[in-house]
């Protein structure tokens, strides 16, 4: 079992940017690929980005490629979301997701745990 805890969501203008985290507890971390997706009001759960077990290969939405930057720390136990020059578009609930796999994957239905969520708002 591994606990998930999202923080760093907020209200920003477009244009700016935020820094999401995502601390995890209990199974060794490095075990598990992580990942953030995010669901907007009335639209179904969409991939944002992935960080395989040690860092090494990264994997990203088309619509967040080069605006966020996903990252870990495992001597922390922790995974950072990065996000700049954010668009309304962008406003959403954002998860944080830990896979037993062995690579990035995008489909959320092969991560094993995931966290509350917190929530990004972008105003035009």
């Known amino acids: 079992q591994v606990q998930l805890v999202e923080s760093g969501g907020g209200l920003v203008q477009a244009g700016e940017s935020l820094r999401l985290s995502c601390a995890a507890s209990g199974r060794t971390f490095s075990m598990y690929v992580m990942g953030w997706f995010r669901q907007a009001p009335g639209k179904e759960r969409e991939f944002v980005a992935a960080?395989?077990?040690?860092?090494?290969?990264?994997r990203y939405a088309d619509s967040v490629k080069g605006r966020f930057t996903i990252s870990r720390d495992n001597a922390k136990n922790m995974v950072n979301l990065q996000m700049n020059s954010l668009k309304f578009e962008d406003t959403a609930v954002y998860y944080c997701?830990?896979?037993?796999?062995?690579?990035?994957?995008?489909?959320?239905?092969?991560?094993?745990?995931w966290g509350q969520g917190t929530q990004v708002t972008v105003s035009s």
């Open positions: 997701a830990a896979d037993l796999g062995t690579e990035p994957r995008t489909t959320g239905a092969t991560y094993d745990y």
């Open positions: 960080i395989s077990r040690y860092g090494g290969n990264t």
